[in-house]
């Protein structure tokens, strides 16, 4: 695919500066660029780059523009702008349509014949597939589970029973949706299992990174709203709900029945108990511990970053006692008050 | 499947109050309970619920039984209570017993009759399958490994050479067992494999969450005594022992060769590292650290929970600094005791 | 296999003490050793098992040797001559190379006729697999991956589309490589997916524990060096460059962009975020977070080891107000040098 820089411009809808016949066939690091390629510059870091690279046109901002003698496309939103260009000049997959001979497919699923299905994926009883969806090598989508349109199950992904997903939905390979849930009850010492009888939905353009697992709820449904970005090797237990887009960075752990508001971030490392509520616009930085209910919008962290071992070791020493040290101030307060 | 409320409560042994013929058909929560249903009623979160719920009956203590009109099950135990209901009203599943036609099994292994085994499921060698196991699409079952009965693999599942599962076992989708150990040796700054010779052992009546790992022993072999339930995630090291009816949450790894007593309970994101021992009956709470051996029975915790993000920063800077800080107040001490 | 103590120890170059003839048949552990096994000594808390073993030899160091009346092989690094002997002694995997009927191949791809691939495997378009390689049950190989020779894809392992895997590197079950990273950009609220077009590159003698993932780069490549040594459960986002022979524990998470230098050694949970560096030979303890570059070699850490669940909330109620009490002590100094 090759694409003047004017029509490109045309289709992503930003402003050009320079050669607007500049012929463009794909995307490239300003470091590493070639001629033909188009970079992108939003890191100050890499100002060293911009001025030496050989990429035949830059996306920029229009401040950063003023500094770069290049063909420019000048953009508020410089990595949105990029993600349109790179969107647009991506070698489009060469998927054939179809079944292939090894997929076991139940006789009653209902199945657009659109869909692409790929060697040794499993459908059980009475699946709906909508228009356009690929589902990729290895997966399994068991009984009663429903997909919308254009879903993209990747390799090795498993729908449990009666799971819902709705259009435009991207599954990595080893995401589990629809596993039980963690439900037990104590019986003298014993557990006993609780029968998870709920299920999962997923919303409209949701995208779920690689062997993460979303548990189905204990009564009712766990439930991921459209437009939520999920990273890998995420955890999500029972009856959660995550509202509308918002973002979920890797390794995160979400305990049963949280909800999770609207364009939330939450960083990776992040673990939440279960049975609060997480309001709209919440960021959650990397590695922190949500223990309750968060009912103002904002920045909240409780990551400690790494210190020399040595130093840390005698700070943590000091922070086991740190209630002594505490008791310690107020009595030399009082002492002094005294005097 | 309905039942007659008195014939429900005769089957898992409890107290009913109230209309012993009202017919029930399935389970719900209080708040979308519809006539037909029972519900149960255990976190006092949800009084408002309770009082306004449509369920024809509701599972409760004695104590909330006193603020409630309708129909009752009485129970000590009230989510046990529920999970015995539950499973009791559960629509049963309709497996279809027998060998899928794709199955790969070799001729020598040793398969009971009444197991199922389903589509592109795959038995190696030597293999032994009690009674009544189900063996889901696409998992992998390796050589010399043997099942008791009525185990569970849901689909995708990876048991490795030689490991042993008791009986009632249930194994989530993405599950590995028996994968090597995380043994390396150092020669003069390259690392050497060591061989894991062991295996794995799971008592009866574990679960295991959908994507945990548990690796083979070293020399010897990782134990999960009966009655074991692991939660999503998890990651179990080579030779770690887990004793019998501990629970553990989503996203806990624990290292090589530690040991887990019984009746324990370890809350989501827990670290524990290896060579080290915890005896029974110890609590954990989640996203703790623990780093020594356990020697008494109680509840540990070490998670910081987030503040708002100024504020965090502020404390954590001081943190960084603590030790001096403690040297301080030492030295303050001193002046003062001097005047 | 059996081996005299003479042979064993001229294959992989030690030190003998005592019987040369000993008769040789496998490994164990010290406190489990029959006559005809060697066993090895490195533990100081397991010395009373050194003392009682059966082993008919036992590998140990100089010293150790001295306190020790038995066969010995004499080592300056005991574990990894043990790992040297487990791997001689080690039977050998009786693989039937050859392709099984249900393997999915297509007619493009250049595989190696010593080439073992099992039941159910998938291999895409343009693949190239060298000599020796075992493509594992359930295994999918996307479209123009290339392996070389001898790497091993234990069972369940998905390769997406462009990964180059070099030599004698070994997957374990569940691990994803190639997925795509998480790059998402914001359109006034709204996420928009940014293309994945970089792949991973794999160096030799790499191995990758179960279930671990390990993202393509958004332009260019994700590259894991020779000789790493990864554990499960371990996210790699895009474009990380983790450098020659570091070894990772379980359940780390590494953000995107991350440079890790060689020699490294990171410990079990550790949160690492993007676009820093690390120098070569730094070590981080277990369940520490990073969030700077680190421009020193040593040892790193932020874990905090549990407490007694009710001293810990103490401290950490304290930890919560730390700059406010860093503030009543700098006026208490004050205060005092003015007396």
Redesign the interface.
């Known amino acids: 695919m090759t694409i003047k820089l004017h029509d490109l411009v045309q289709e992503i809808g930003a402003e050009l500066r320079g050669d607007s016949d500049c012929i463009i066939s794909g995307?490239?690091?300003l470091q590493?660029a070639t001629p033909g390629t188009i970079s992108f510059f939003s890191?100050r870091?890499y100002k060293q780059y911009l001025l030496s690279t050989k990429a035949s046109a830059v996306i920029l901002s229009p401040e950063d523009a003023q500094e770069f003698k290049g063909n420019a496309i000048i953009s508020q939103?410089v990595?949105?702008t990029?993600?349109?260009v790179?969107?647009l000049l991506?070698p489009k997959d060469n998927v054939q349509a179809g079944i292939?001979e090894?997929a076991?497919i139940s006789s009653n699923s209902k199945i657009d014949p659109s869909v692409t299905i790929?060697?040794?994926a499993?459908i059980?009883e009475h699946v709906e597939i909508g228009k356009g969806c690929y589902i990729?090598?290895?997966s399994?989508i068991?009984n009663n589970v429903s997909l919308g349109e254009h879903v993209r199950l990747?390799?090795?992904v498993?729908l449990?029973h009666g799971v819902k997903i709705s259009n435009r939905v991207?599954l990595?390979?080893?995401v589990?949706i629809g596993?039980?849930g963690?439900?037990?009850?104590?019986?003298k010492?014993?557990?006993?299992?609780?029968?998870q009888?709920g299920s999962v939905l997923i919303g409209d353009d949701v995208?779920v990174?690689?062997?993460t697992?979303i548990?189905r709820g204990a009564?009712?449904d766990t439930m991921i709203e459209e437009?939520v970005?999920l990273?890998?090797?995420i955890?999500i237990?029972h009856n959660v709900r995550i509202g509308a887009?918002t973002?979920i960075?890797?390794?995160v752990?979400i305990?049963g029945s949280a909800i999770i508001g609207r364009?939330c971030g939450i960083g990776?490392?992040v673990?939440i108990?279960g049975?609060l509520e997480i309001v709209d616009r919440v960021?959650?930085?990397?590695?922190?511990?949500?223990?309750?209910s968060?009912t103002k919008p904002?920045?909240?962290?409780?990551?400690?970053?790494?210190?020399?071992?040595?130093?840390?070791?005698?700070?943590?020493?000091?922070?086991?006692?740190?209630?002594e040290?505490?008791r310690?101030?107020k009595e030399?307060?009082r002492?002094?008050e005294k005097?």
Request: include cysteine; glycine fraction near 10%; charge should be positive.
């Open positions: 995307v490239a690091t590493n890191n870091k939103n990595y949105l990029y993600a349109k790179a969107t991506k292939h090894s076991k790929c060697a040794n499993i059980a990729g090598p290895g399994v068991e990747v390799a090795n498993v449990c991207i990595h390979p080893g589990v596993s039980d963690f439900g037990i009850a104590n019986d010492g014993n557990w006993v299992k609780v029968p009888l995208e990174g690689a062997n697992t548990d009564l009712e437009g970005k990273d890998n090797q955890q237990a887009h973002a960075a890797g390794c752990g305990a364009y990776g490392g673990g108990l049975h960021e959650i930085l990397s590695m922190s511990f949500v223990t309750q968060i904002g920045r909240y962290s409780s990551g400690t970053p790494v210190q020399e071992n040595a130093i840390w070791n005698k700070n943590n020493a000091r922070l086991r006692k740190l209630d040290l505490a310690r101030v030399l307060e002492k002094l005097k």
